[in-house]
């Protein structure tokens, strides 16, 4: 069993929360074609906060990995 480095634990939280924001960007979607306006914009918040904390963890990850 091998030690997974930081490297790819980094890419792989990454990976799984660019997914998450898009799932939640598609239920903005979803939810507008709905005519469910408030929960259009919550979705829609959710995905922005989600892109958010992608660029944060990705800075991180490029100082911790160097």
Do not use: C
């Not at 306006?37 to 904390?53: F, N």
């Not at 944060?56 to 100082?63: D, F, N, P």
């Amino acid at each position: 069993m091998s030690v997974p480095s930081k490297g790819e634990s980094f890419a792989k939280l990454i990976e799984y929360l660019r997914k998450a924001q898009e799932e939640a960007a598609t239920l903005a979607h979803l939810a507008r074609a709905n005519d469910d306006r408030p929960m259009a914009l919550g979705w829609l918040t959710v995905s922005e906060l989600m892109k958010k904390q992608i660029y944060q963890i990705t800075q991180m990850a490029m100082k911790g990995v160097h």
